[in-house]
């Protein structure tokens, strides 16, 4: 039986090329077949990466047969897994997440969470020596995802194994990593051909404050303006998605790359309340600039309270 890899829903570089990266590990390496999927359309810096690597895009799939065998990476949370999760054959989890709770498995797994900036980097150390055996176009998804999850480095959750890591592998591609990752951010940026649905849904994660269910959207940007000139239909939209998705309220952070803050759309008192009390700030407008936030994972969903 083939074993499908595949991340979480909207899919960011490192859920697209982690399942890249493992599904040949286990089929080159370990001889188990293996194939990636997606579960939705990969975003535009994922899709520069697959084009830059000469990848193929994997299939997206909205959900699994009874019994399918499956490896999951870069989440470990049923929400943004398909539905039927778990009448799936779960055989593995590869995150550097926190751990959520309400999988259920059919038997014993193996299971690696650890506290690294990306899944990407996890799998480079469960394939131990075997991972000098990766093509030039793996070691670009994998040195794709490292670059993407931390930021070029400016993610609090870098760690010094990331960087170590990704320094290795652009030098064995001859990569230039400050002009790579440029590249890689521009594709990200140009948000442009998005509706504002669609940027809300883009990279997002549910979470919930109590009984209060938020959809945590994240854009990261070299170009904030190219957003927030977008504020006002952005803000009309959040009622409609949050009212689509089943959540109270959308919160969107719109991360500065380079300047290295965030910037929250404040669209009401129930956004200010968050604002004011998960990041000691004060609301004056419909947005408020959050200093050094930079991380959804190690700054944001930690900090929301109400």
């Excluded at 409609?240 to 009401?268: C, R």
Aim: glycine share 6%.
């Amino acid at each position: 039986m083939t074993t499908l890899v595949f991340g979480h829903k909207s899919p960011d570089t490192d859920s697209t090329g982690s399942p890249i990266i493992w599904a040949w590990y286990t089929t080159e390496i370990l001889g188990n077949p293996a194939e990636p999927r997606l579960l939705g359309e990969p975003n535009t810096e994922a899709n520069f990466v697959l084009d830059r690597w000469s990848l193929s895009k994997p299939q997206i799939i909205d959900g699994v047969e009874d019994g399918a065998q499956v490896v999951i990476v870069d989440t470990n949370n049923p929400a943004e897994l398909p539905a039927g999760i778990n009448d799936a054959d779960i055989t593995a989890i590869i995150d550097h997440h926190k751990l959520v709770g309400g999988l259920e498995t059919r038997g014993p797994i193996d299971i690696t969470i650890r506290p690294l900036a990306c899944t990407a980097t996890i799998m480079h150390d469960l394939m131990g020596d075997d991972a000098a055996k990766m093509p030039d176009n793996i070691k670009g998804a994998m040195l794709s995802c490292i670059l993407s999850d931390t930021l070029e480095f400016r993610s609090p959750t870098t760690t010094d194994h990331d960087r170590a890591l990704a320094e290795k592998l652009a030098g064995e591609l001859g990569i230039d990593i400050a002009g790579y990752a440029a590249e890689m951010f521009a594709a990200k940026s140009d948000v442009s051909a998005f509706s504002d649905a669609e940027l809300l849904r883009m990279d997002s994660k549910e979470y919930a404050v109590g009984d209060t269910k938020f959809r945590v959207s994240v854009l990261e940007t070299t170009s904030p303006k190219m957003v927030l000139d977008r504020k006002d239909s952005l803000m009309k939209t959040m009622e409609s998605v949050a009212a689509e998705d089943g959540v109270d309220q959308v919160l969107l952070f719109v991360v500065d790359i380079l300047n290295e803050e965030a910037t929250l759309l404040v669209p009401n008192d129930l956004v200010k309340q968050v604002a004011e009390k998960s990041f000691a700030t004060v609301c004056g407008g419909d947005t408020v600039v959050l200093p050094g936030i930079m991380s959804r994972k190690k700054q944001i969903i930690p900090n929301l309270a109400l």
